[in-house]
């Protein structure tokens, strides 16, 4: 079992940055791939960002060139570097981590293990 622990979510101003990060205990995420995905109020989650095992990333439309996904796994932490927020990007923020070898990346069902979530506002 895999669990994980966002952190760094809160309050920014519409161009501001934030940073999240994800501590996972319990299985070294060496060969998971790492995700992030969001869920706004009354809307569906999306996915926002996934980093793989040997560090292919992929982003939502919605977010690149604006976020950015890492992974440490020395540390067994994932981080998610967001820059230029938009009221847009207001959401609760999961990670999420996967044994994803052939399926794909970016299908929310295809992740085992997940984060209770952190609040994003952008607001001024």
């Known amino acids: 079992q895999v669990h994980l622990v966002e952190s760094g979510g809160g309050l920014a101003q519409p161009g501001g940055s934030l940073s999240l990060s994800c501590a996972a205990s319990?299985?070294?995420?060496?060969?998971?791939?790492m995700a992030w995905f969001r869920q706004a109020a009354g809307k569906e989650r999306e996915f926002v960002a996934t980093?793989?095992?040997?560090?292919?990333?992929y982003y939502g439309d919605s977010v690149k060139g604006r976020f950015t996904i890492s992974r440490d796994n020395t540390k067994n932490t994932i981080n998610l570097q967001m820059n230029s927020l938009k009221p847009e990007d207001t959401a609760t923020y999961y990670c999420?981590?996967?044994?994803?070898?052939?399926?794909?990346?970016?299908?929310?069902?295809?992740?085992?293990?997940w984060g209770q979530g952190t609040q994003v506002t952008v607001s001024s």
């Open positions: 999420a981590a996967g044994l994803i070898p052939l399926g794909s990346v970016f299908s929310s069902t295809n992740y085992d293990w």
């Open positions: 980093i793989r095992s040997g560090g292919a990333t």
């Open positions: 319990g299985r070294p995420i060496t060969n998971y791939a």
